[in-house]
């Protein structure tokens, strides 16, 4: 069974979902035949390479909110992250465009599954823990050695534009699906999930999609003539 | 879509049922999107490499009837087979053992696809309407190379055990999805047709197992928090 996953690196809610998600599958019963994908979402492909100012100023600005009324929604977000045991601190955050970190977990995926989803992990968590600038080449650089990539191939990567179409793919399916945000959860291309839902929500579908992609077989008819051994079905 | 098709080269239903599968598919309208897959099917695996006495005679003995009930039953075929156009003359087939007849199929495929539907039906056409001994290793050459297959590696082939591993597992997947005669049509996994039905109930299966294959994806809850742009799903 496929579980692909879009998502953007710098998306509050989509680490979050990440947890619920890993919570329902700890408890599916099939989870061993369960293979998670991650896909390429990039919730403003206009960012700048690196968003100047504090994210608090930058919100109150866009949504017409107090200092205070956006502090207190980052607050609530930094909140429900702590409740899945993210040590999130949303306000001190580095924004930019996230297209390079994209690029990058293809890279990871091209060498292996394993890698690609450490990678995806990692870079969250170095966006939303470590507070790492996330489209800094740099600090991308690092993120990818650590879960076992080579510097120079990530470095080079970062130089060019190595897997832009992928990412571009990865986003034109999420557009035929019907993703307007992320975290959207898509099982065997069967069923959608959009948004952070619930462990329990998440293991129900896990196990709807389970039943769907292994039915028993439906034989139609039955009275067809067959030969069997040496002996045909004829009228005698 | 995938239809496989389990079925023996000395299997009249099998013939008769490749046209009216044929005449399905030619009305299909996403004929140019299905893949078939002929596998193989001994009807009788413990047959011997070439049967003496003449076929009535076999038949009136194996199953107590008298020579014209024998001949009835043959005619009977001859007629359906007549119906599609296929001018079999039962009596006169020279039958054998057809593994080796399946092992060339087999190498037909690993050719192309088009090759192995060509051998499939070139086999079958040599047996019924051309009346050749089927379990001779010249003749099978010279159907393999009307073909297009190398008369040096057809004849190597039914020398040696090439594709032995390949005839035993489409066997053993036709035993895993129930089929005890054949023809045994199977669309996708997910729906088998025994034995030779009409073109209209195989059209229908067609389209049934087309509607499956390309479901709408169905999207469950749709309140799940999301980041959208820059802004995510929080209380403020």
Redesign the interface.
């Known amino acids: 069974m496929l579980v692909e996953i879009w998502s953007?690196v710098v998306?509050?809610?989509?680490y979050?979902?990440k947890r619920r998600f890993e919570k329902a599958l700890d408890r599916f019963e099939h989870a061993s035949q369960v293979e998670v994908r991650w896909r390429s979402f990039e919730?403003?492909p206009r960012?700048p390479f690196r968003r100047t100012g504090d994210m608090v100023g930058?919100?109150a600005a866009?949504?017409g909110?107090s200092h205070d009324?956006a502090l207190?929604?980052v607050g609530?977000?930094d909140t429900?992250a702590a409740a899945e045991g993210i040590d999130m601190d949303l306000a001190a955050t580095q924004?930019g465009n996230t297209f390079a970190a994209h690029r990058l977990i293809h890279l990871a995926y091209d060498k292996d599954a394993k890698t690609g989803a450490a990678l995806k992990e990692a870079l969250l968590h170095a966006y939303f823990v470590e507070r790492v600038a996330i489209s800094e080449p740099d600090e991308l650089v690092k993120v990818a050695v650590s879960v076992g990539l080579d510097a120079g191939e990530a470095a080079e990567l970062l130089d060019g534009d190595r897997f832009t179409d992928e990412v571009r793919a990865d986003e034109q399916v999420a557009s035929e699906?019907?993703a307007?945000?992320?975290?959207?959860f898509?099982f065997d291309?069967?069923?959608?999930?959009?948004?952070?839902?619930d462990p329990d929500?998440l293991l129900a579908?896990l196990r709807?999609a389970w039943r769907k992609g292994h039915?028993d077989?439906?034989?139609?008819?039955?009275?067809?003539?067959?030969?069997?051994?040496?002996?045909?079905?004829?009228?005698?």
Do not use: N
């Open positions: 953007d998306c509050p809610w989509c979050v979902g919730l403003d960012a930058h919100l866009k949504y909110l009324q207190r929604q609530h977000m429900m924004p699906l019907g307007t945000g992320v975290p959207f898509v291309r069967s069923f959608a999930v959009p948004g952070a839902q929500t579908v709807r039915p077989i439906e034989v139609i008819g039955g009275d067809g003539p067959v030969c069997d051994g040496d002996s045909c079905d004829v009228a005698v």
